[in-house]
């Protein structure tokens, strides 16, 4: 049974930094790729970031982009998320999505693409 656990949300300042991970399991193959969506209060789950294990090729929601980044560690199914100038309105439960489906014109900023997904962390920015 699959599992994807996420770790490092919590508390952070504006201007500052937090990291997340998540570790997927489950399976002896790697995942196609990994992604990062978050829900703020009263608003609907958005894409935040994804990557591909293998080749390592990002994507990223125009919000994030200079400020956070994708990473991953394919030989420990794992995905990163370093956010960095974290402002306010970062403030959300950030979900780790995986899929193990490789199909042409996949659109991996779709929340419909992956078919795994963890329990959520939250994050909180104090201005």
């Known amino acids: 049974q699959v599992r994807l656990v996420e770790s490092g949300g919590g508390l952070g300042r504006t201007g500052g930094s937090l990291r997340l991970s998540c570790a997927a399991s489950g399976r002896t193959d790697s995942p196609f790729a990994m992604g990062w969506f978050r829900r703020a209060p009263g608003k609907e789950r958005e894409f935040v970031a994804a990557?591909?294990?293998?080749?390592?090729?990002?994507y990223y929601e125009d919000s994030v982009k200079g400020r956070f980044t994708i990473s991953r560690d394919a030989a420990k199914n794992t995905a990163y998320l370093q956010m960095n100038i974290m402002k306010p309105e970062d403030t959300a439960v950030y979900y780790c999505?995986?899929?193990?489906?490789?199909?042409?014109?996949?659109?991996?900023?779709?929340?419909?693409?992956?078919?795994?997904w963890g329990q959520g962390t939250q994050v909180t920015v104090s201005s």
């Open positions: 990557i591909r294990l293998s080749g390592g090729s990002t």
């Open positions: 999505a995986a899929t193990w489906i490789t199909v042409p014109g996949i659109h991996l900023f779709q929340d419909y693409e992956y078919n795994f």
